[in-house]
């Protein structure tokens, strides 16, 4: 590490720490040239996910596009903002543990699919027939029956 008061590379830590969230360390290290201190952050390197569009064109992940059709779905629904971004949270991480570089479009949308039908039946509704390209009420129809077989199995 280059000292940025005197350019040297020599030092040495003096105190380390971990990050409240334990996503990066702290560090203090002291310049053995000129006896300076200064601080650095570590923290792992992630390459940017890409999503393979169904034209195969790829584009970068975006959380902000995730959560902006989860509000579009939830919109004058009763989900407060909160689980809206914990969710968008919890498909981010479940597209982490399953695809290394590159994800499909229609995965990231059955796994936001999966999560508004447990959240609220009308914003899975809106999602899906979006998403599932509805052509005419017959499909709303179908997938609002698949709901309510679902409802009645439960009960």
Do not use: W
């Not at 498909?91 to 699919?113: D, F, K």
């Amino acid at each position: 590490m280059l000292c940025p008061y005197c350019k040297e590379n020599q030092d040495k830590v003096v105190n380390s720490r971990t990050s409240a969230n334990g996503s990066s360390v702290k560090r203090r290290r002291e310049c053995l040239v000129c006896k300076r201190r200064y601080t650095t952050y570590e923290r792992i390197e992630e390459t940017a996910m890409r999503v393979v569009k169904k034209d195969g064109n790829r584009e970068i992940f975006s959380r902000a596009k995730l959560l902006e059709g989860l509000n579009r779905a939830c919109h004058k629904r009763p989900v407060p903002a909160d689980t809206l971004a914990l969710t968008a949270e919890k498909v981010e991480q479940e597209l982490s543990r399953t695809y290394e570089h590159e994800v499909p479009s229609n995965a990231i949308g059955e796994m936001v699919m999966q999560r508004l039908k447990e959240l609220d039946q009308v914003a899975f509704i809106r999602f899906a027939s979006v998403y599932r390209n509805f052509k005419d009420i017959r499909d709303f129809l179908e997938e609002a029956d698949m709901i309510l077989e679902n409802a009645e199995k439960k009960e």
